[in-house]
T-cell receptor
Framework: KAGVTQTPRYLIKTRGQQVTLSCSPI?????VSWYQQTPGQGLQFLFE???????NKGNFPGRFSGRQFSNSRSEMNVSTLELGDSALYLC?????????????FGPGTRLTVT | GESVGLHLPTLSVQEGDNSIINCAYS??????FIWYKQESGKGPQFIID?????DKRQGQRVTVLLNKTVKHLSLQIAATQPGDSAVYFC??????????FGTGTSLTVIP
């Protein structure tokens, strides 16, 4: 079974631009969560989608948004990029999300904002 | 807000020794805890989990201990191998299905 895939793997953007990241979950998984990973803050939860609906949201500004399609693939968008948005963005899929359901992480998208 | 921290940012152990990685959490409402391993260039990988109604759970070479009284979680790795070198995260899951991760402990196994 193929794992979680994320595209692109690396991205360089300029301040003020916007970016879209993509995540394809494991086949059959309906929950997709997004995380931001930085050396100082560790992994921080952005949001979770389940059956095309945002079910949970972390404490990030409205510049961070996402969506999920009917095939469970998910995209994450960051508008008006700031230098502090440079991070590894990870997505994780699980069958149903929440406690008791193992999350499988993708390799991440490394975003650098200059 | 929720905070999940690890006691040591780095840990070095001799190959064959046992490793213990500790984690503290702050919210009594957390009901599910997970340990992840992250190797360089990869996403976190599930190691073992434990529910709040348990004190101990064992897997293959790994044991997780949960002390709810002091809100402390530990991961024990038996007979540590070079392939165990990675960053280890604890995470807790509260009602609402939000995962909170610590900043990680970097484990280095010395051959």
């Amino acid at each position: 079974k193929a794992g979680v895939t994320q595209t692109p793997r690396y991205l360089i953007k300029t301040r003020g631009q916007q970016v879209t990241l993509s995540c394809s979950p494991i086949s059959g998984h309906r929950s997709v969560s997004w995380y931001q990973q930085t050396p100082g803050q560790g992994l921080q939860f952005l949001f979770e989608y389940f059956s095309e609906t945002q079910r949970n949201k972390g404490n990030f500004p409205g510049r961070f948004s996402g969506r999920q399609f009917s095939n469970s693939r998910s995209e994450m968008n960051v508008s008006t990029l700031e230098l502090g948005d440079s991070a590894l963005y990870l997505c994780a899929s699980s069958i149903a999300g929440g406690s008791g359901y193992e999350q499988y992480f993708g390799p991440g998208t490394r975003l650098t904002v200059t | 807000g929720e905070s999940v921290g690890l006691h040591l940012p780095t840990l070095s152990v001799q190959e064959g020794d046992n490793s213990i990685i500790n984690c503290a959490y702050s919210n009594s409402a957390s009901d599910y805890f997970i340990w992840y391993k992250q190797e360089s260039g990869k996403g976190p990988q599930f190691i073992i989990d434990i529910r709040s109604n348990m004190d101990k759970r064992q897997g293959q070479r790994v044991t997780v201990l949960l002390n709810k009284t002091v809100k402390h979680l530990s991961l024990q790795i038996a007979a540590t191998q070079p392939g165990d070198s990675a960053v280890y995260f604890c995470a807790d899951v509260m009602t609402g299905n939000q995962f909170y991760f610590g900043t990680g402990t970097s484990l280095t196994v010395i051959p």
